[in-house]
């Protein structure tokens, strides 16, 4: 997979991510092994220390840890119980509740219009 970067937020933002985007999707599960941070920069095409930046603070929100001598992993929940599916989900859902309120959606049109949706979906499955 590549990786593409906007000049919209931070580069290590981005890749944080993605990482977590990632281990939503299930290509990244808990347990596994991340790759070193050189391997990563070189994937990602960036500076090591972008990377390094990245993984550093996803080690402090709780979605990666380090074993000392083996490098780092998925873990297998976050602070607080929650996880990072829901994380990931909670952030795409803000993004899309946001811009159809600039839109000038109420809530109850909101909902009306993913009720719709999820029902036009399933009935052409």
Not at 84 to 109: A, F, H, P, S, W
Request: charged fraction near 35%; glycine fraction near 8%; avoid cysteine.
């Amino acid at each position: 997979m590549s990786w593409k970067f906007t000049g919209e937020t931070p580069i290590y933002i981005q890749i944080m991510d993605e990482i977590k985007l990632r281990i939503a999707r299930g290509r990244l599960k808990a347990g596994d092994k991340v790759p070193s941070v050189r391997e990563l920069a070189v994937m990602a095409g960036v500076n090591p220390n972008t990377m390094q930046k990245a993984l550093s603070e996803l080690e402090r929100e709780g979605v990666l840890y380090s074993q000392r001598t083996s490098g780092r992993f998925v873990s297998d929940k976050m602070p607080g119980g929650s996880d990072v599916k829901n994380d990931v989900g909670q952030k795409y859902i803000k993004t899309y509740v946001d811009e159809m309120r600039l839109l000038g959606y109420g809530d109850d049109e909101l909902a009306e219009l993913v009720n719709r949706y999820i029902e036009e979906e399933r009935e052409n499955e």
